[in-house]
């Protein structure tokens, strides 16, 4: 291990690294501003703030706000003024506990001030780049959805749900929650912050999952639409909205002759710069054989037939904004391990890659003269920041961020071979600075969720470095069902989870394990989510490891399907007989490696019952089960409180600490030093 103490030594500084999300620019292509958590005194909550970032790299980053609270998405007017949305005090108001509303920051200069307060709060804004017009997004209650005076009825509404103590939600239709809340009662609209007049009467749950566009001269919007049809399925179709007569138009439909889930779902990209034509994202639905695919396709914002756009290209791309003049589309895929930035011509459909660094790009705005492209950039290398990208050269520049890069303990590399069908697996791979064949390193092996996903941005959940700073080698791998090696890398692990996928997973740890800088008798594998279905998967069919964590994770497919927040997405491919085929539960006897169990109770995506499911049968069915005398070499952290991914700063400490501890246990045979606020020992 390396002499110098990095951030990632010590959990307590790690965990106040400031972390960086998000970028908006102003419409002149002059000011860029970005999100920024920071802990708060008792390190038990991170609070947003927002910077600007210098976009000349001439100064330093500048916080902008601060508060309690916290702000988060900011966006600027076609003016220069900067809008955020934030739970913050209105001095002008008495309200102990405000909800979320919508401040503005005058680009002139001076204080914050409220533009919009309602009692229902915001939850996001949409301004026009070239037009006064600004719209949000904000939740409108069923009983005051169309009254003539909707806002103070619904006002009262809310208030009398809240003087009686009421939180129940009765229900129509599906779904009923998403992630880690509840949908409901109140329902999703677009208002016009001028009166705030709402565009969407009686559009009831369409906009639960919608990314509204609005044309740079304000006029129209454009957005994909959440039908509810039989059966608990529905459809997402693409509709324009007028702002001015708020008149609703289906652009595209994704229903088929018989009303039911049609081929294609829309959603909406960014708008052309004239506000003629829109960017469509087209996902192909699934079968129980096929794997979803997203394509691009332009069209008219009046209507017409979709044109496919760079139909050749095995990507699936993520629309991000128009070049200024129209000619091209910039988009960000998944490529390799990678997430770059490529140019796709409108006229032809050519593709061309503007990054080739070992990075992920996010949130990208190209400045006005077409030159420049200012993006959010991260790898395993690095934290999220905010850089500057030449057009022409693909030159890459770091701006003045609101903290360095933090040193890391140890080198990043890259893995790959080859499956038994031929497929060309490959892996990033963390080293500790000391790891060399005089003093190999043990191996954790980390698998990641989604399962339609990669390992190739930073994460603060899943940091490798942490694990690196005490002595392992982190193993990073993009099985079978991985994005970004094309759609029959996708394909041949659809359906078959417990098969390329699992033997993807084996096949590069076998080469890993040969190095003669890793231990490769003192291997660990962990999982989370679709990560950690792997990892029940792997306990039951090898013993190579010497413990193994599972973190939110799908135990028995046939509970998970019907009980998780969106069964009308996995049921598809979750059919009777592949969960007959694929379920790790069905293979509880055959689990002989200790195992940490952790699962929040909010976790709606994978349900808690997977977690109890597993920890009981782990102690009644494993080959490893409890003793006589009940006691176990298993483990289960649970967090009543916390959801899929556990979020707040004290419990994403103890999750560390005790996975550490448990994975110290089962590779070194050391006793775990445990958290004291666990309660299990005196502090």
């Known amino acids: 291990m390396t002499d110098f103490q990095t951030p990632f030594h010590d959990l307590d500084i790690y965990n106040a690294l400031p972390r960086l999300s998000g970028l908006a620019m102003s419409p002149d292509g002059e000011r860029l501003v970005t999100t920024v958590q920071l802990l708060d005194e008792k390190s038990t909550k991170w609070i947003n703030s927002v910077w600007e970032i210098d976009a000349r790299d001439r100064r330093p980053a500048q916080r902008l706000t601060r508060s309690t609270k916290g702000?988060?998405?900011?966006?600027?007017?076609?003016?220069?003024?900067?809008?955020?949305?934030?739970?913050?005090?209105?001095?002008?108001?008495?309200?102990?506990?405000?909800?979320?509303?919508?401040?503005?920051?005058?680009?002139?200069?001076?204080?914050?001030?409220?533009?919009?307060?309602?009692?229902?709060?915001?939850?996001?804004?949409?301004?026009?780049?070239?037009?006064?017009?600004?719209?949000?997004?904000?939740?409108?209650?069923?009983?005051?959805?169309?009254?003539?005076?909707q806002e103070k009825l619904d006002a009262e509404l809310r208030t009398a749900r809240k003087d009686n103590k009421v939180a129940a939600i009765l229900h129509t239709g599906y779904p009923v929650?998403?992630?880690?809340h509840d949908l409901g009662p109140a329902q999703p609209h677009l208002l016009d912050v001028d009166g705030c007049?709402?565009?969407?009467?009686?559009?009831?749950?369409?906009?639960?999952?919608?990314?509204?566009?609005?044309?740079?001269?304000?006029?129209?919007?454009?957005?994909?639409?959440?039908?509810?049809?039989?059966?608990?399925?529905?459809?997402?179709?693409?509709?324009?909205?007028?702002?001015?007569?708020?008149e609703r138009t289906t652009l595209l439909?994704?229903?088929?002759?018989?009303?039911?889930?049609?081929?294609?779902?829309?959603?909406?990209?960014?708008?052309?710069?004239?506000?003629?034509?829109?960017?469509?994202?087209?996902?192909?639905?699934?079968?129980?054989?096929?794997?979803?695919?997203?394509?691009?396709?332009?069209?008219?914002?009046?209507?017409?037939?979709?044109?496919?756009?760079?139909?050749?290209?095995?990507?699936?791309?993520?629309?991000?904004?128009?070049?200024?003049?129209?000619?091209?589309?910039?988009?960000?895929?998944?490529?390799?391990?990678?997430?770059?930035?490529?140019?796709?011509?409108?006229?032809?459909?050519?593709?061309?890659?503007?990054?080739?660094?070992?990075?992920?790009?996010?949130?990208?705005?190209?400045?006005?003269?077409?030159?420049?492209?200012?993006?959010?950039?991260?790898?395993?290398?690095?934290?999220?920041?905010?850089?500057?990208?030449?057009?022409?050269?693909?030159?890459?520049?770091?701006?003045?961020?609101?903290?360095?890069?933090?040193?890391?303990?140890?080198?990043?590399?890259?893995?790959?071979?080859?499956?038994?069908?031929?497929?060309?697996?490959?892996?990033?791979?963390a080293l500790p600075d000391s790891a060399s064949a005089s003093e190999p390193a043990p191996l954790a092996l980390w698998i990641h969720g989604g399962p339609l996903g990669s390992w190739n941005s930073w994460t603060w959940r899943w940091c490798p470095w942490n694990f690196i700073a005490r002595g392992y080698a982190v193993l990073l791998p993009d099985p079978a069902l991985s994005t970004g090696y094309g759609q029959e890398f996708v394909q041949r692990g659809w359906g078959r989870w417990g098969s390329e996928p699992f033997t993807d997973l084996m096949s590069i740890t076998d080469v890993v394990e040969e190095r003669d800088d890793i231990a490769g008798d003192r291997t660990v594998a962990m999982g989370g989510s679709f990560g950690?279905?792997?990892?029940?998967?792997?306990?039951?069919?090898?013993?190579?490891?010497?413990?193994?964590?599972?973190?939110?994770?799908?135990?028995?497919?046939?509970?998970?399907?019907?009980?998780?927040?969106?069964?009308?997405?996995?049921?598809?491919?979750?059919?009777?007989?592949?969960?007959?085929?694929?379920?790790?539960?069905?293979?509880?006897?055959?689990?002989?490696?200790?195992?940490?169990?952790?699962?929040?109770?909010?976790?709606?995506?994978?349900?808690?019952?997977?977690g109890l499911r597993l920890w009981y049968e782990l102690l009644a069915k494993s080959g490893l089960p409890a003793a006589a005398d009940g006691s176990t070499q298993h483990r289960f952290l649970y967090f009543p409180d916390e959801n899929h991914w556990v979020l707040s700063p004290q419990h994403a400490k103890v999750w560390y600490e005790v996975t550490l501890g448990f994975v110290d246990e089962q590779v070194h045979g050391t006793t775990p030093k445990l958290p004291a606020v666990l309660g299990l020992g005196a502090p």
């Open 197 to 246: 007049r709402d565009l969407t009467p009686g559009i009831g749950v369409a906009l639960q999952h919608a990314e509204p566009r609005v044309s740079p001269d304000g006029t129209v919007v454009v957005t994909s639409v959440m039908t509810p049809l039989a059966r608990g399925t529905s459809a997402f179709d693409l509709v324009r909205i007028d702002v001015a007569t708020a």
């Open 253 to 429: 439909s994704s229903r088929n002759a018989d009303s039911g889930p049609g081929e294609f779902d829309y959603s909406a990209g960014p708008i052309s710069p004239d506000g003629a034509t829109v960017v469509v994202s087209v996902e192909r639905r699934s079968t129980p054989e096929t794997a979803p695919a997203t394509t691009l396709g332009l069209l008219d914002v009046t209507g017409g037939e979709l044109r496919p756009l760079a139909t050749d290209w095995d990507r699936w791309p993520t629309p991000v904004a128009w070049f200024p003049d129209g000619s091209a589309i910039l988009v960000i895929a998944d490529d390799n391990g990678r997430a770059p930035l490529f140019r796709i011509d409108v006229a032809t459909g050519e593709v061309t890659a503007l990054t080739s660094d070992a990075a992920a790009y996010s949130a990208a705005h190209i400045h006005p003269d077409g030159t420049t492209i200012f993006a959010v950039r991260s790898s395993y290398a690095f934290p999220p920041e905010v850089v500057r990208i030449d057009v022409a050269t693909g030159q890459v520049t770091r701006l003045q961020n609101p903290a360095e890069r933090p040193v890391l303990p140890g080198t990043l590399t890259e893995v790959e071979t080859t499956a038994a069908d031929g497929s060309r697996v490959r892996a990033f791979m």
């Open 177 to 180: 929650r998403f992630w880690d």
């Open 71 to 149: 702000e988060s998405s900011p966006a600027f007017t076609a003016d220069g003024d900067l809008l955020f949305v934030s739970a913050r005090p209105d001095p002008d108001k008495s309200d102990d506990e405000p909800p979320a509303q919508l401040w503005t920051l005058p680009a002139a200069g001076g204080e914050a001030s409220v533009l919009l307060s309602r009692k229902g709060g915001i939850d996001g804004v949409h301004p026009a780049r070239t037009a006064s017009t600004v719209l949000v997004s904000a939740g409108v209650l069923p009983g005051a959805d169309g009254a003539d005076d």
């Open 532 to 610: 950690g279905y792997l990892a029940n998967w792997v306990a039951g069919h090898t013993d190579r490891f010497a413990g193994i964590v599972t973190h939110a994770s799908l135990w028995a497919l046939d509970q998970f399907g019907p009980t998780t927040d969106i069964s009308s997405y996995w049921e598809i491919e979750m059919t009777p007989q592949m969960a007959a085929d694929n379920s790790p539960h069905l293979h509880v006897d055959k689990i002989v490696t200790p195992m940490l169990v952790i699962h929040g109770d909010k976790d709606y995506r994978v349900p808690i019952g997977e």
